[in-house]
């Protein structure tokens, strides 16, 4: 059976703080990795990861891809305020895709 | 530039009463997705569609129906609601990228129903 697994399922760090996110994967048929934010809404997407080892980079947040190991961490520096939201991991095999539950991170002030 | 469009956004029903959610994308995209939300849960797929008048079922497809007439809508069905069918819904959408399905998906902004 497909799993993917995030870890920690909540956290919360103060303002400035870095954080790391993990998402651990077993899945027959491997084809991408996404990473999505989630705040009051709809996911929002963040990165999708398809080669190993090869780090994707948007302002504070970067995130890699380790396809022997079968993980992803999300890497977010300087943490903000408007980081806190459910972020999602997703990995797609064909066309399902699987989704972790979610970390759950809050910053606060 | 709608996106993927849900409709209604809220509804409250009754148990066994009937209802439809509608999903709409102007992308001209292959892929239909239905998921649906629950506290602590992530995202658990229901029902999924490759294409107009095809549809597979996803993780949790009991007590639900789809139906994929059009190419751009993708319905979600629920014949006899029941409280455990409470919960939000998603729709996306994802294109096929000549043959390689590794696209991003693009969500609705989810339909939030009660059932009493």
């Known amino acids: 059976e497909d799993k993917v697994v995030q870890s920690p399922l909540s956290l919360v760090v103060h303002e400035g703080d870095t954080v790391t996110l993990n998402c651990s994967y077993e899945?027959?048929?491997?084809?991408?990795l996404l990473w999505y934010k989630q705040e009051k809404k709809a996911p929002t997407f963040l990165f999708m990861l398809?080669?190993?080892?090869i780090e994707k980079k948007s302002g504070r947040l970067s995130s890699i891809l380790d396809k022997k190991e079968l993980f992803s961490i999300l890497n977010i520096t300087a943490t903000q305020t408007g980081d806190s939201a459910i972020y999602l991991c997703a990995v797609v095999k064909g066309t399902p895709l699987v989704f972790g539950k979610g970390t759950r991170l809050s910053v606060i002030a | 530039n709608a996106g993927v469009t849900q409709t209604p956004k809220f509804r409250v029903l009754k148990t066994g009463q009937s209802m439809t959610l509608l999903c709409a994308q102007d992308m001209n995209h292959e892929y239909m997705y239905w998921y649906r939300q629950d506290p602590g849960m992530g995202l658990r797929l229901i029902h999924y569609?490759?294409?107009?008048?095809?549809?597979a079922k996803g993780e949790v497809p009991d007590g639900y129906n789809v139906s994929r007439l059009k190419k751009q809508n993708f319905l979600l069905g629920l014949e006899s609601a029941a409280p455990s069918q409470t919960s939000v819904y998603f729709c996306?959408?994802?294109?096929?990228?000549?043959?390689?399905?590794?696209?991003?998906?693009?969500f609705g902004e989810g339909s939030r129903l009660t059932v009493l």
């Open positions: 996306a959408s994802r294109a096929n990228l000549a043959g390689v399905t590794t696209g991003e998906l693009f």
């Open positions: 398809t080669s190993s080892g």
């Open positions: 899945v027959t048929n491997f084809r991408s």
């Open positions: 569609s490759v294409g107009e008048g095809t549809t």
